[in-house]
Nanobody, 115 residues
């Protein structure tokens, strides 16, 4: 079993920064990929950024150059550094790990970017 807890969301002005954290616990091995998704009201959940098992990263086009995904393996923590935030980034952000071919999700953390 794997448990994920996100933190770091909040209200920021456009142009500001936030760092999201995802603390993982449980049976964490054989990770296929890990990443961040987001969902705005009335929208589909979309991939923001992820790291696959080989270490490659993928970013949604609109966040390239602004967001950075990273890990601290010793702390079992996944991060999303978000810079130059835009109102369009407003959404609930979810941590996701695929472990042994099974998806695990956090409950989400809300990011609100004001104009």
């Amino acid at each position: 079993q794997v448990q994920l807890v996100e933190s770091g969301g909040g209200l920021v002005q456009a142009g500001g920064s936030l760092r999201l954290s995802c603390a993982a616990s449980g049976s964490i091995f054989r990770i296929n990929f890990m990443g961040w998704y987001r969902q705005a009201p009335g929208k589909q959940r979309e991939l923001v950024a992820r790291i696959i098992s080989g270490g490659s990263t993928d970013y949604e086009d609109s966040v390239k150059g602004r967001f950075t995904i990273s890990t601290d393996n010793a702390k079992n923590t996944l991060y999303l550094q978000m810079n130059s935030l835009k109102p369009e980034d407003t959404a609930v952000y979810y941590c996701n790990l695929n472990v042994r071919r099974v998806d695990y999700w956090g409950k989400g953390t809300l990011v609100t970017v004001s104009s």
